[in-house]
């Protein structure tokens, strides 16, 4: 077990379609992160939270809104996303604080996320 | 359950000694192997793997997959201190569609 989970595993939705994903850790990390993984670029930082303040946004587009309301929870907003959105998305977590960035990262399965 | 193994889970090697890191799994219904390096925050990609028996190579990196008994190694030749990262090992399954990761391997290279 990981002791992070992810939910919904799978999405469906529309480019006008607003949707969320979510994200769940057990382990009292303080580091969270989301990662979109495709078959053209596998493992994509996107963003990554520490101790709840958001500490790197990998030039992501706005249509990718994410939030962290305490360190067991990070979510995804999605809105008016592209088919080339589609992809899975992982989120992770680590220990988190000063320590140069290299950290056992914990795994979630990821969302499933196709965009019509 | 699904799961995916490395060993070791850390390891500490002179410069130029050949280092090989290993990656056991029991995943139904798997599709890929991956291996990935990494140094600071985000993981970066080595290698994907789907047939047994066929070494993909990247300079001094290369990685095997056997199917038959489950595993991977990945083989670090003349190891610098550029190499010291944690290497993790991750697993797609089609059922479920999803990929389960190691737990990784820190390696540390002395100059």
């Known amino acids: 077990e990981t002791g992070v989970t992810q939910t919904p595993r799978h999405l469906v939705m529309g480019m006008t379609n607003k949707k969320s994903l979510k994200c769940e850790q057990h382990?009292?990390?303080?580091?969270m992160y989301w990662y979109k993984q495709s078959a053209k670029k596998p493992l994509e930082l996107m963003f990554v939270?520490?101790?709840?303040?958001?500490?790197e946004n990998n030039s992501v587009p706005s249509r990718f809104s994410p939030e962290c309301p305490n360190s067991s929870h990070l979510f995804l907003h999605l809105h008016t996303l592209q088919p080339e959105d589609s992809a899975l998305y992982l989120c992770?977590?680590?220990?988190?604080?000063?320590?140069?960035?290299?950290?056992?990262?914990?795994f979630g399965p990821g969302t499933r996320l196709l965009v019509l | 359950e699904d799961k995916v193994v490395q060993s070791p889970l850390s390891l500490v090697v002179h410069e130029g000694d050949t280092v090989t890191l290993n990656c056991s799994y029991e995943?139904?219904?798997?599709?890929?192997l991956l291996w990935y390096k990494q140094e600071k925050k985000a993981p970066t990609f080595l290698f994907m793997l789907?047939?047994?028996?066929i070494e993909k190579k990247s300079g001094r990196l290369s990685s095997i997959l056997d199917k038959k008994e489950l595993f991977s190694i990945l083989n670090i030749t003349a190891t610098q201190t550029g190499d010291s990262a944690i290497y993790l090992c991750?697993?797609?399954?089609?059922?479920?569609?999803?990929?389960?990761f190691g737990k990784g391997t820190r390696l540390h290279i002395l100059p």
């Open positions: 995943v139904t219904n798997f599709r890929s």
């Open positions: 939270y520490n101790f709840k303040e958001q500490t």
């Open positions: 992770a977590s680590s220990q988190g604080g000063d320590s140069g960035g290299q950290e056992t990262q914990y």
């Open positions: 382990l009292g990390h303080n580091a």
């Open positions: 991750a697993v797609e399954a089609d059922r479920d569609d999803k990929i389960i």
């Open positions: 789907t047939s047994s028996g």
